[in-house]
């Protein structure tokens, strides 16, 4: 976060302690965007002080909770397209009976049956993509939005695009542009995005060292010092991640496991291109998103040290976990 502020206009956040540390991280300098389904009513003066918008995800929290903070962040609602984009259930916000935002045809609803409803609004979210790799569900998610409340949209000043999309240097932009010029043309709103993985994805790897080796039914087995548990998405997905010094045609494969009790505790069976003995390096790519901030100490086995790669080239030791912290963490002293 400290590496990317100066190249951000802010951080997005879904809780009271991101919004601390993404304040702390920017100081006075960037803004802060907050969406959750679980803001709390003791939470709104903290969080007022901290954010700069926030998005309410029903239309009974912005009831219920947008008095309390009104006039001080830029308060908005998410919504919910209703046009899903994602097969997996899991990681599709516009799913059946969606938990995530205001469903447009309630949003619709509302804005006719009661317009003083949504007095005060400023602007709208949405959220509705994963790893996509291909602007044009995006541009398909902005029309919609125009052609069903593009009206009221010309009255608000801002719309948070979300995140959900995997680009780089490679990826064709112009369903991007397309998408923000229609906003910003049509209704002369601000356009945000909150990309997370598309920026911090391939910024980490978990380095671990295989500590034993044999045979399970005719596959080789290296069992390793990290567990799916400090790679949460790996169990998650069930797909293997990358991993260094692999090849489609590497003549050594190993079922890479992990050293916790679980049995599916597995990263896939992986053809290297030399073998691993006891003791060998095995990294894994695309640690750098959502893997941090899911790991947990599941079997008592310590979280991975963190380390960070200096531009010289120099690793510098972050943090290291202990036994104190893991005894605290299961509410020790
Ligand atoms: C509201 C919101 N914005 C942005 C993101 C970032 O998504 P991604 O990392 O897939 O770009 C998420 C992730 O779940 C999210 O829920």
């Known amino acids: 976060m400290e590496l990317l502020a100066p190249h951000v206009a802010g951080f997005s956040v879904s809780s009271l302690f991101e919004a601390k540390l993404a304040r702390r991280v920017l100081g006075g300098k960037g803004s802060v965007h907050m969406t959750t389904p679980g803001l709390r009513k003791e939470e709104m003066a903290e969080l007022a002080g901290l954010c700069d918008h ?29 046009l899903a984009l994602v097969e997996d259930a899991r990681y599709n916000p516009c799913r059946k009976h969606s938990k995530l935002g205001v469903p447009l045809s309630a949003l619709e609803a509302a804005l006719t049956a009661e317009p003083g409803l949504v007095q005060g609004l400023t602007g709208i979210h949405f959220h509705t993509n994963c790893d996509c790799r291909d602007f044009k569900p995006l541009l398909a ?7 069903r409340v593009g009206g009221p949209l010309k009255k608000l000043s801002w719309v948070n695009l979300g995140g959900g999309y995997m680009y780089g240097p490679e990826t064709d932009t112009a369903p ?16 945000f995005i909150e990309p997370g993985a598309a920026f911090a994805r391939g910024s980490g790897r978990i380095v671990a060292s295989v500590i034993d080796l044999f045979e399970s039914d005719g596959a080789s087995v290296a069992v ?35 050293c916790s ?55 510098v030791l972050k943090k290291s976990y202990e036994y104190r912290e893991f005894e605290t963490h299961c509410g020790g002293r």
């Open 54 to 82: 926030i998005s309410f995800n029903s239309l009974s929290q912005w009831k219920a909770l947008f008095p309390l903070v009104q006039d001080r962040p830029a308060c908005g609602l998410r919504i919910n397209p209703q």
């Open 141 to 147: 998610t902005v029309r919609r939005l125009v052609e």
């Open 176 to 191: 991007f542009m397309e998408a923000v010029k229609l906003l910003r043309e049509t209704c002369g709103v601000e356009v």
């Open 224 to 258: 390793l010092d990290t567990t799916v548990n400090h790679m949460p998405e790996v169990f998650e997905y069930q797909e293997p991640p990358d991993v260094a010094g692999t090849a489609a045609d590497g003549m050594h494969k190993y079922l890479l496991a992990g």
């Open 261 to 315: 009790c679980l049995a599916g505790d597995v990263f896939g069976e992986h053809a290297f291109n030399e073998p691993l003995t006891v003791g060998s390096q095995v990294v894994f790519y695309d640690a750098g998103a959502y893997t941090m901030p899911k790991w947990h100490w599941f079997n008592g086995i310590s979280l991975p040290s963190v380390y960070a790669l200096t531009p010289e080239g120099g690793v």
